[in-house]
């Protein structure tokens, strides 16, 4: 099964901040990654799907990068609305697997 | 607009076994295929298996092979996935979410159904 661990676990931040996740496969997943927000008592929502391409809807602030093993989730301007958990997920290879998780929090 | 409406939240005992629905609408059901993702509580997601609404060929993790089957009802465009033998660990929220393309990405969650094992 293809591991996948994201940093940090979790982080506080400011609105306006630039915040930055990453996410590390086991093994190649080539760009087959993939980036979802969680709110607390929702189903999550896709952010970016292979590594780099926004979602239609999902706001020009949330950006994608990486390939191979190493990726990142960057969000350019923290807004109020972007408190939540971030998963990475792998869609290269079944068992599909989910990172850990990132809580971005209010500082 | 695009929908998966999920069943609502069930509780079983240790033992048993649970029957989540999945309805969907807002799309042509056969060109997508549907997976089943759960999240226990305060934990991070776990990919459980793929059904695919054509043919209802199924592939699954292999920790719930033998233990979860997944159906459909082309007519109802409705997928279901039933959890036998159940445990406290299998207390969690069950989503449903559609893909394009077999492996993903999951476009489209259903809201969750709670699932409640407890003696």
């Known amino acids: 099964d293809i591991q996948m661990t994201q940093s940090p676990s979790s982080l506080s931040a400011s609105v306006g901040d630039r915040v930055t996740i990453t996410c590390r496969a086991s093994q190649t997943i080539d760009s087959y990654l993939n980036w979802y927000q969680q709110k607390t008592g929702k189903a999550p929502k896709l952010l970016i799907y292979d590594a780099s391409s926004l979602q239609g809807g999902v706001p020009s602030r949330f950006s994608g990068s990486g390939s191979g093993t190493d990726f990142t989730l960057t969000i350019g301007s923290l807004q109020p609305e972007d408190f939540a958990t971030y998963y990475c997920q792998q869609s290269y290879s079944t068992p599909l697997t989910f990172g850990g998780g990132t809580k971005v929090e209010i500082k | 607009q695009v929908r998966l409406l999920q069943s609502g939240a069930e509780v079983k005992k240790p033992g048993a076994s649970v029957k989540v629905s999945c309805k969907a609408s807002g799309y042509t059901f056969t060109s997508y295929y549907l997976h089943w993702v759960r999240q226990a509580p305060g934990q991070g997601l776990e990919w459980m298996g793929i059904i695919n609404p054509t043919g209802g060929t199924t592939r699954f993790a292999q920790k719930f092979q033998g233990r979860v089957a997944m159906t459909r009802d082309t007519s109802a465009s409705t997928v279901y996935m039933e959890v036998s033998s159940l445990n406290s660990d299998d207390t969690a929220v069950y989503y449903c979410a559609r893909v394009r393309t077999e492996?993903?990405?999951?476009?489209?969650?259903?809201?969750?159904?709670?699932?409640t094992v407890s003696s």
């Open chain 2, 103 to 115: 492996l993903g990405p999951f476009d489209y969650w259903g809201q969750g159904t709670l699932v």
